[in-house]
């Protein structure tokens, strides 16, 4: 499978880079990779060496992360 056919697919699948999801939920990518790691984000596809998460599974785990970060403030 060619690179263009692979951001073809995950386009289709709607997932996400770990770079992107680290932007659009404010954390360091670094941070992302140890939660990965950790097994705390849900929906990520590993594909060999390549990481990617699927958009909807991974934005609602943040949202329910955020929501009781805020709830113990």
Do not use: C, S
Request: no cysteine; glycine share 4%.
């Amino acid at each position: 499978m060619t690179i263009k056919e692979q951001i073809e697919a995950a386009r289709a699948q709607d997932l996400l880079t770990v770079a992107q999801f680290a932007l659009l939920a404010q954390y360091n990518p670094q941070t992302v990779y140890r939660k990965i790691d950790a097994g705390e984000i849900p929906g990520v596809v590993r594909h060999g060496r390549t990481i990617r998460l699927h958009r909807a599974t991974a934005l609602a785990w943040h949202r329910t992360a955020r929501e009781l970060a805020d709830a113990r403030r």
